[in-house]
């Protein structure tokens, strides 16, 4: 159980066209999904916190207009990123909070998305 | 701000070898999280730990809560290539929100 699936596992596009990167728990609901950013060898960074129904909580310094974040189901959250440039290149990796059948605020994370953009 | 400091950053050993990971932290946290992510994946949950002084096994790795909930430690006995990946330690805010803070992880390679 709680699975989490991440769509498309890796694209490459254009500079100044638009990305969409869908996340989907499979198995349960989730009324909170984050999304994240990891560039190569560090951490994850948490990019905004995604809740069903309402618009996302961003962090500081990610640009909302930049990166629209869209939860219109408890199992699905979507991450686009817009005029894309070449420094938006990354690893995009989405979670989702369980459902309450677990006690601890633990997130399932999906395969994330490799993005590059030329 | 709360931050998680982790360490080593990396880790180079030998199969056979034991080695333990930190996470240290001057904040409490209401739950801690280690995660194990191999290249190009996302990361996978290995354990929770909630409760100060709580230690949990998962075959060889042990993991630790102190007794402040302020730190963990995860050990690893007689490491094996197929533990080579990146051991982030995550740590729960309070509130309902689910929020983590991540460490910076540690890389760590297993050569047989």
């Known amino acids: 159980g709680a699975v989490v699936s991440q769509h498309p596992s890796w694209v490459i596009c254009k500079s100044g066209t638009s990305v969409k990167i869908e996340c989907r728990s499979l198995d349960f609901q989730a009324t909170t999904m984050f999304w994240y950013r990891q560039f190569p060898k560090q951490s994850l960074m948490l990019m905004a916190t995604s809740n069903e129904g309402s618009k996302a909580t961003y962090e500081q310094g990610v640009e909302k207009d930049k990166f629209l974040i869209n939860h219109a189901s408890l199992t699905l959250s979507t991450l686009t990123v817009t005029s894309a440039h070449p420094e938006d290149s990354s690893f995009y990796i989405c979670?989702?909070?369980?459902?309450?059948?677990?006690?601890?605020?633990?997130?399932?994370f999906g395969p994330g998305t490799r993005l590059t953009v030329l | 701000t709360q931050l998680l400091e982790q360490s080593p950053q990396f880790l180079s050993i030998q199969e056979g070898e034991n080695l333990t990971v930190y996470c240290n932290s001057s904040?409490?946290?209401?739950?801690l999280q280690w995660y194990r992510q191999e290249p190009g994946e996302g990361p996978v949950l290995l354990v929770t730990?909630?409760?100060?002084?709580e230690v949990k096994k998962l075959k060889r790795l042990t993991f630790q809560f102190g007794d402040a909930r302020k730190d963990s430690s995860l050990h690893i006995t007689a490491a094996q290539p197929g533990d080579t990946g990146l051991y982030l330690c995550a740590g729960a805010r309070g509130g309902s929100q689910g929020n983590l803070i991540f460490g910076k992880g540690t890389k760590l390679s297993v050569k047989p």
């Open positions: 979670s989702a909070l369980g459902d309450g059948r677990l006690t601890y605020n633990e997130q399932f």
């Open positions: 730990v909630v409760t100060g002084g």
């Open positions: 904040s409490v946290f209401s739950s």
